[in-house]
């Protein structure tokens, strides 16, 4: 396989892996949602620094520690369902009363772009699966005579870009509907549905095996 044809083969895969909702989509809508789109961009670029992170771990074979080291990867999978639960209850605690909605933003005061970022980041970085992924995958789009940090980041790269245009979509599409979402009830709402989604997220990693 030649680097063009690693690099179009594995757009494929991320690209539906992109489009799969999952955590990283939640997060973005409900960040675009009751935030505004600034923060949200922020944690769309925490998440992805986190993902070429990953690709330049794997392509060095740092993170193939997630795989050879039990104790290393429990580490790290109980460090995420920590910050998942933490993070969630969160939201669930400053959505439980209208009063507390109207009061205070979704995010007080942590709505800054440098705090959006950091939860990008630690979601993306604090998820195991995201490592194993890479690093069960990642190796097999690595051409011969090609350096593999290089070509781990070039892979990263791509991921990174497909995962920017749809979050473009999501961001714009809220921003349609925002009149409408922001309204206390909804936001309201909207904070309890995330909250349980990045619990039930957590939950899921805590009962799941390496």
């Not at 490592?131 to 593999?148: D, I, K, R, T």
């Not at 509907?177 to 009830?185: C, E, I, K, N, T």
């Not at 904070?191 to 990045?198: A, E, P, S």
Request: charge should be positive.
């Amino acid at each position: 396989m030649d680097v063009y044809g690693a690099i179009a083969s594995f757009a494929v895969i991320v690209a539906l892996l992109t489009l799969t909702p999952g955590l990283d989509t939640a997060l973005i809508l409900r960040t675009s949602l009751l935030a505004g789109r600034r923060s949200a961009w922020a944690v769309v670029l925490g998440i992805q620094v986190g993902t070429l992170l990953w690709g330049l771990l794997t392509a060095a074979g740092l993170s193939a520690l997630l795989t050879a080291s039990h104790v290393a990867y429990e580490v790290l999978r109980w460090a995420g369902v920590a910050y998942l639960i933490w993070m969630g209850g969160r939201m669930l605690w400053h959505s439980r009363t209208s009063q507390a909605d109207e009061a205070a933003p979704p995010d007080p005061p942590d709505a800054g772009w440098g705090r959006a970022f950091r939860r990008g980041l630690l979601t993306n970085l604090l998820n195991p699966k995201v490592g194993a992924f890479y690093v069960a995958v990642l190796p097999q789009f690595m051409p011969q005579g090609v350096p593999h940090a290089v070509m781990g980041v070039l892979l990263a790269g791509v991921h990174v870009c497909e995962a920017l245009v749809w979050s473009a979509v999501l961001i714009g599409f809220t921003g349609m509907v925002r009149g409408w979402l922001r309204r206390p009830s909804v936001k309201r709402a909207l904070d309890r549905l995330t909250g349980l989604i990045v619990i039930g997220f957590g939950l899921r990693l805590a009962v799941q095996q390496s």
